[in-house]
């Protein structure tokens, strides 16, 4: 499909504000998502949004972390089922996956997911932290220290620094886990920043963390994640800040964007809409995220 602008075809370059659209959605490919590709589509336009992108957690070739994502050889099937939905959708429906980065996945990602399968773009995310001593310790649940604290920023600027990825998800996502805001929270939160405004990476207010259960932490129960210090310090570096519901259910393509926008407001930050050109021969888009 073409790209319209006041209802007329013309596959140049667009801008969608944010309250518009969501490139972070799992269906039932993910393993803990619900639901098919097509019924995100349904509820997507029923929901007002123009962009639709699905990025479910994306499986390596040796399925590591298999438990949380489908496994590998579904792929092909994930990336047909998005085909099909936008040849029929009537909007932007956008091709990608949620990375978890190491570098040496780095190579698979850019030759299978971007040149293979032809990603609209791919999310750059951290759930696991790999220490010397204890592989994938995952941060939504486990308690964390403060070196693996430490390990997880450095995995985080390693995804910045990767140049693969549009935007990095829930940054914040370590509230899971190391349930103080602390001086090494701080520090940890300071580096993440400094590296995403020297690199001009965008950064997700992520919204299902608005979703998930309060945990307990000695200023009382709070959401895990996002969390407000964090992004008051954003508004020192001057991020670019997108929002995105990481919808695990249809109904869920619009869900907590109200809690997104009023803490971006609430910390001085402005939410960048989507730049969108294209398609081009090959039905890809370009995409870059801009404020207005």
């Known amino acids: 499909m073409q790209i319209k602008d006041n209802n007329t075809q013309i596959g ?14 799992h269906s039932r490919y993910c393993g803990h998502g619900t639901g098919e590709v097509a019924d995100y589509v349904v509820s997507a336009r029923k929901n007002g949004l123009e962009v639709l992108g699905f990025s479910e ?12 994502r489908m496994v590998y050889s579904q792929l092909p099937a994930y990336f047909s089922d998005v085909e099909r939905a936008r040849e029929k959708a009537g909007m932007v429906v956008l091709k990608g996956a949620e990375c978890d980065y190491l570098p040496c996945y780095r190579s698979y990602y850019e030759d299978e997911l971007l040149h293979r399968y032809k990603c609209d773009y791919l999310i750059g995310s951290i759930h696991f932290i790999d220490m010397p001593d204890r592989k994938d310790v995952r941060v939504h649940y486990a308690p964390i220290s403060a070196k693996e604290l430490a390990q997880y920023t450095k995995q985080y600027i390693d995804l910045l620094e990767s140049g693969l990825f549009l935007f990095g998800a829930h940054p914040d996502v370590c509230g899971c886990s190391y349930l103080e805001w602390d001086r090494e929270m701080e520090a940890c939160s300071r580096a993440i920043l400094e590296v995403a405004a020297d690199l001009k990476i965008p950064l997700e207010i992520n919204g299902n ?13 709070v959401h895990p994640y996002p969390l407000e210090p964090f992004w008051q310090l954003a508004a020192e570096y001057g991020i670019t800040v ?3 519901s990481d919808a695990h259910a249809a109904q869920d393509v619009v869900a907590s964007f109200d809690d997104c926008l009023a803490l971006a407001q609430n910390c001085g930050l402005k939410v960048a809409g989507l730049e969108i050109s294209g398609p081009d021969a090959q039905g890809s888009y370009g995409l870059r995220y801009v404020a207005q």
């Not at 518009?20 to 959605?25: E, G, I």
């Not at 957690?57 to 949380?68: G, L, M, S, Y």
């Not at 963390?209 to 129960?221: C, D, E, H, I, P």
């Open 12 to 25: 140049k370059t667009i801008w969608v504000p944010a309250t518009q659209v969501n490139l972070h959605t």
């Open 242 to 244: 997108v929002v995105n």
């Open 57 to 68: 957690h994306c499986p390596v070739p040796d399925n590591r972390w298999k438990p949380t």
């Open 209 to 221: 963390g608005f979703r998930r259960a309060r945990v307990q932490t000695s200023k009382g129960l």
